[in-house]
């Protein structure tokens, strides 16, 4: 088949490449850019382990074609922390909250409230369990990753972060 021309930025640099128009989003990040930190589970936009963000929007990059992302900026897990190594709030936040346990859905997870958090900076927990409804998790319960997010909320917003009792 033909490969086409695409031009995208991806965690803030320019990347040319030529792609078969059926190539997935996800499998171009992993296989010709080696980001592997968005992962597949379920190939089938179900599990959301492939969230990137593609202009502003979470997206499960299993489910969009390279192609589409022509044009556009791409930010992946691996484009969230500081240029200097400094963890982003939310890294931070599943830390210290212990928001994972086998990390497979971590990045997708964390992508997802990246854009969750600046979508709305403070949401109550009825919102963050919503705004990660795409995203499976299946070791923590989703209670801790609840935590993680509500201290990186804090965080962000420069107020102390105040566990709720459980
Ligand atoms: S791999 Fe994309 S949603 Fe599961
Ligand atoms: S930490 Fe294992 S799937 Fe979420």
Redesign the pocket.
């Known amino acids: 088949m033909a490969k086409q021309q695409i031009s995208l930025t991806v965690n803030g640099k320019a990347v040319d490449a030529l792609v078969e128009p059926r190539t997935l989003l996800i499998h171009f990040l992993r296989e010709d850019l080696s980001l592997t930190g968005p992962h597949i589970g379920c190939e089938t936009s179900h599990c959301g382990a492939c969230t990137v963000d593609l202009d502003g929007k979470s997206v499960k990059s299993c489910t969009v074609f390279a192609v589409q992302a022509n044009g556009s900026e791409v930010t992946t897990i691996e484009g969230i922390a500081a240029a200097d190594g400094a963890l982003h709030a939310l890294q931070e936040g599943f830390r210290e909250m212990h928001g ?7 990045p997708g ?1 964390i992508t997802r409230a990246y854009r969750l958090l600046q979508e709305n900076p403070k949401p109550i927990e009825a919102e963050i369990r919503m705004g990660i409804s795409g995203n ?5 319960g989703y209670q801790n ?1 609840v935590k993680a997010i509500q201290y990186a909320a804090a965080k962000l917003a420069g107020v102390p972060f105040e566990e709720a009792a459980e």
Do not use: A, S, V
């Open positions: 994972l346990q086998c990390g497979f859905c971590t997870m499976l998790c299946r070791c923590t990753i």
